[in-house]
C-alpha cells in the first residue's frame, strides 16, 4: 500500500476511533476535577451504547438514541453521586460497582437487540473542507457525534478556566471548605459534575454503537471506560491534554486495525493490546508530573461538614 | 455613637462543652473591636457563628438596626460580613485572580481575569502589598496569603472585618503596617473586629476591647481606660500570671557541636536560591534562636536539616555524623525531631483522632511484644498525661484532631515531640497562635528540654521570646548567617537592623544612638 494512503487510513481511523474514548475522557476531567472519580464510566459507556442503540431501533431516529444514551449514562452515574455524596461511600468501591451493575443490566436489556440493524449516524463529509487532499479525510469525513466531540474540548476548556461555573466546580475540587465558605454548595456542585461526566460516558456509548460500528453486542466497550479514567491522569485533568491522550488511544487502535488489514505477520492477540500497552506506557512517564495537577480533594471521602 | 453591631445572648454547645455561655457584644461603627482571651475562651467560636460557619444554638446577631439571620457564610456576607480566618481559606493551585474570583458575588457568568487583576493591583498599590495576581498561592508566604483575604474582602464589598489572630502570621516589622491598614479601613467607613491575645498588640490599634474568659464576657473597656494590668486580670482571672525569670545555663566550652552545618546550599520551591553558604552550629544543651523576617530561608534551613528538602552543596554534621543524602528516617534515628510550621498538615494526621496521633512517633506505646501489636490503654493514659501536663482543654481525646483549635493542636504536637529524647529539636514558631499561658508552658518546655542536653534550633518571629530563652541568637537574611549575638550582648536594634538590612555597620549605631 501506498505508505501516504496509509497513514491517512490509520489518521483517519485514529479520530473515529478515540470519539468514544474523548467524550468519556473529557466527561470524567469535568468530573474529577469535582473531586470525584468515577471508576464506573465503563458502566455508564455500556448503559450510553445499549440505551441509544434501543431507542434509535424503536423510534427510528439516531438523535433520539444519542440522547436517550447519554440520558441513561447520567442516570447511572447519579447512583454513584448518591452512594459517593450522600452516603460518604468509598470512590473506588461504588465506581467499581457501578461498572458492573452497567455491564449486567445492559446484558439483560440489550439481548433482544444483539443482531439488530440500525441506521444510526452516517458519515456527514463537511463542504469544501473534506476535499483538502489527505487533511480533509482525516479531519472532515467523519459523523456528527464526533465533530461534537471535537468541538466540546474547547468548549468545556473554556467552561472550566474562563467562566464562574467552572471556577467553582474546580474550587470544589480543590478545597470543599473553601468552596463552602465562599457560599457555595459543594454536594450540588459535585453532583452536577457526576452526571454531566455520566452523560459524556452514555454519549460516548451511543458513539459507538450508532456511528461506530452500527451494531450492539454485550460488553462492547471492551474497557474504554477505564482506558477514559486513565486518560484524565494522562491529561493531567486539562481538557486539552485529555483529547490529546484519547487521540493517541485512538491512534493505537486504528494502527492496530490497519496493520491487521495489511495481514502483517504479528499476533492480532499482540496487536489488540497495543492501545493498552501505549496507555500503560504514558501512565508510567508522566504519573510523577501529573501529581502536582490532580484535585487536592480527589477519592476524599465525603462527610457532613462538607 | 450608634451601635453597628449588637450580639445578644449567643450561647453555642460542643457536646458537653459550652464554648459561647450567653455572650452579650455591641460594637460601634468605625471602630476596632478587640476581642481578648486565651486559647479556648471562645473567641473563634463566637466569630465563626457571626461568619454563620456555626449555628447558635440560642441568641440573636443584630447588624446596622436590622435582626439578621445568618444560616451559612453566604447569608453573612451578603450582609456585609468578611472573615480573615487563622488558616486562609485559599486554595493552593489556584492564582491569586481565582481566589478572589471565588470570593466575588458579582462576577459574571465569564470570568473577567483582566479586570479582577487590575483591581486587585489598585488595592495592593493602595496599601503597598506587592501581590502578584498572577502567582499561585502556594507560591506565596502566609504574610502575603493575609493581604490576599483583606483584598477578598474589601472586594466583596463587606462593611465588617473580622480578623482571627491576624498577627500570628506575621514578622514583627509587618504589624505594625497591618494596624496602619486598620486605620485606613477604620477611616474609609469599615469596622473591624480583631481577635488576638497579645496585650500590646490590642493596645496599639483598638478603640474598645472586650475580654472573654471560659466562653463568657467578662467586660468591654475602651481604649483610654484600658491598661496591661487590668486587661490581665481580666484574661487570667484569679490565676496569678507566672512570669518565671529563665535561668540560663552555662554551655561548657569545649564539646563536639550536636549539629554542625557548612556552606549549606539549597534552592526554594519557586527554584531560586534560598540558603547561600549558611554555616552554623549548635552546642548540647544550647538554644539557637534564628531571627530573621519570613521568607529569608529560615523554613527551608529547617527542612534540609529534617532531610525533606534536598541540599545542592555544603554539609550537615550530626553528632560528627554527615547526613546529606541519607534518609528522612535514618536522620530521625539519628536523633532529629521537629516541630513543624503548620502543625495541623505537616505535624499531624487531621482526620487521626488526639490518641492515634501521640501514638504516631511514640514507640512505647507500640512495645506490646507480640506481633506489633499497640497498645492502646497505654496510648490513651499516655494522652491523658499529656493533656494534662500541656494544659489542654478538650472534651474528649477521641476526636478527630482538625476538631481543635490552631493553638491545640499546636500544643498535641508538640508534648509529642518533645515526649521521646532527642539531640536536636527543630522547633518552628513554636509559640505562634498561642495565649500568654500556653506561650509559657511551651518555652519551659522546650527549657526543660535543653536542660536535659538536646540542642534546639528555635525558629521564632517573636524576638521577645528568642532573648528570652535563646542562649544564643543568629540572624537570616537572603539564606545567610548574617550575624550571631548572645542575648544578654545584643539589643534589639541591632537584630532589626541585621534582620532587614544583613549588616549592622557604625554608621547605623551612630544614628541609632542619636535618635
Known sequence: MDPIMFIQFVL?????????????????????????????????????????????????????????????GGVLSLLHGYL???????????????????????????????????????????????????????????????????????????????????????????????????????????????????????????????????????????GAGFIAVALVIFGMWHPVRAAAGALLYGGA?????????????????????????????????????????????????????? | MTDFLVLDGITKRFGNLVANDQISLRIQKQHVHALLGENGAGKSTLMKILYGVYKPDAGTITLDGKLLNIHSPQASRAAGIGMVFQSFMLIPAFTVIENIALSLRDVGIVVDEKKIEH???????????????????????????????????????????????????????????????????????????????KLNEVLACSDEITVLRGGRVVGSVVRADATESLLVSMIVGDKTADSSTYARKSIPANVEPVLQVRDLCAKDDRNRPALENISLHI????????????GNGQKELGEVIQGVRPALSGSIKLAGQEIIHTSIAQIRRTGVTCVPEDPLRQGAVPVMS???????????????????????????????????????????????????????????????????????????????????????????????????????????????????????????????????????????????YLMTDGKYTPEQEVEHVAS
Not at chain 1, 474529577?32 to 434509535?56: D, H, P, R, S, Y
Not at chain 2, 491523658?384 to 490552631?406: C, D, H, Q, Y
Open chain 2, 119 to 197: 483591581d486587585i493591583r489598585e488595592i495592593s498599590d493602595k496599601y503597598r502589598f506587592g501581590i502578584e495576581p498572577r502567582a499561585k498561592v502556594w507560591q506565596l508566604p502566609l504574610g502575603a496569603q493575609q493581604k490576599i483575604e483583606i483584598i477578598k474582602l474589601v472586594m466583596a464589598g463587606a462593611r465588617l472585618l473580622i480578623f482571627d489572630e491576624p498577627t500570628s502570621v506575621l514578622a514583627p516589622h509587618e504589624v505594625e503596617g497591618l494596624f496602619d491598614i486598620f486605620n485606613r479601613l477604620r477611616l474609609d467607613g469599615y469596622t473591624i473586629i480583631f481577635i488576638s491575645h
Open chain 2, 283 to 294: 552546642l548540647p544543651g544550647e538554644i539557637l534562636g534564628v531571627a530573621g523576617v519570613s
Open chain 1, 12 to 72: 483517519t481511523g485514529a479520530f473515529r476511533s478515540a470519539t468514544p474514548v474523548l467524550f468519556t475522557t473529557l466527561g470524567q476531567t469535568v468530573n474529577e476535577k469535582t473531586g470525584v472519580a468515577n471508576l464506573g464510566a465503563e458502566g455508564c459507556m455500556l448503559m450510553g451504547a445499549c440505551v441509544g442503540f434501543i431507542v434509535t431501533v424503536q423510534t427510528g431516529s439516531g438523535w433520539l438514541g444519542a440522547i436517550a444514551g447519554a440520558l441513561a
Open chain 2, 354 to 496: 488526639v490518641e492515634e496521633n501521640l501514638a504516631l512517633s511514640d514507640a512505647s506505646s507500640t512495645q506490646q511484644r507480640d506481633w506489633q501489636r499497640m497498645n492502646w490503654s497505654a496510648a490513651r493514659s499516655r494522652a491523658s498525661w499529656f493533656t494534662e501536663k500541656f494544659g489542654l482543654k478538650m472534651p474528649r481525646l477521641n476526636v478527630a484532631i482538625e476538631a481543635l483549635s490552631g493553638g491545640n493542636v499546636q500544643r498535641i504536637v508538640f508534648a509529642r515531640e518533645l515526649s521521646a529524647p532527642a539531640k536536636l529539636l527543630l522547633a518552628y514558631y513554636p509559640t505562634r497562635g498561642l495565649d500568654i499561658h500556653a506561650a509559657e508552658i511551651v518555652r519551659l518546655a522546650l527549657l526543660d528540654y535543653r536542660d536535659q542536653g538536646a540542642a534546639i534550633l528555635l525558629i521564632s518571629e517573636d524576638l521577645d521570646e528568642l532573648f528570652a530563652i535563646s542562649d544564643r541568637i543568629m540572624v537570616m537574611y537572603h539564606g545567610q548567617n548574617v550575624g550571631e549575638r548572645l542575648p544578654a550582648e545584643a539589643d534589639v536594634q541591632q537584630i532589626g
Open chain 1, 253 to 306: 487502535v486504528s494502527l492496530q486495525l490497519q496493520l491487521q488489514t495489511l495481514g502483517v505477520g504479528i499476533s492480532p492477540f499482540f496487536l489488540q493490546m497495543l492501545p493498552y500497552v501505549l496507555t500503560l506506557a504514558i501512565l508510567l512517564v508522566w504519573a510523577r508530573a501529573s501529581n502536582r495537577a490532580m484535585p487536592a480533594e480527589l477519592g476524599r471521602v465525603f462527610t457532613r461538614q462538607t
Open chain 1, 84 to 222: 459517593v455524596i450522600n452516603c460518604g461511600a468509598n470512590q473506588l468501591a461504588s465506581g467499581l460497582t457501578l461498572m458492573f451493575l452497567g455491564l449486567g443490566l445492559t446484558a439483560l436489556i440489550g439481548r433482544p437487540y444483539v443482531s439488530q440493524q440500525i441506521t444510526g449516524f452516517d458519515v456527514v463529509p463537511i463542504p469544501i473542507l473534506s476535499d483538502i487532499p489527505f487533511i480533509g479525510p482525516i479531519l472532515f469525513r467523519h459523523d456528527v457525534l464526533t465533530y461534537l466531540a471535537y468541538l466540546l474540548v474547547p468548549a468545556i476548556w473554556f467552561f472550566l478556566y474562563r467562566t464562574r461555573w467552572g471556577l467553582s466546580l474546580r474550587a470544589v475540587g480543590e478545597s470543599r471548605i473553601a468552596a463552602f465558605s465562599t457560599g457555595r454548595n459543594p454536594a450540588l456542585i459535585a453532583y452536577a459534575a457526576v452526571f454531566f461526566g455520566g452523560m459524556m460516558a452514555g454519549l460516548g456509548g451511543a458513539q459507538l454503537s450508532l456511528a461506530y460500528t452500527h451494531f450492539w453486542v454485550e460488553g462492547m466497550t471492551q
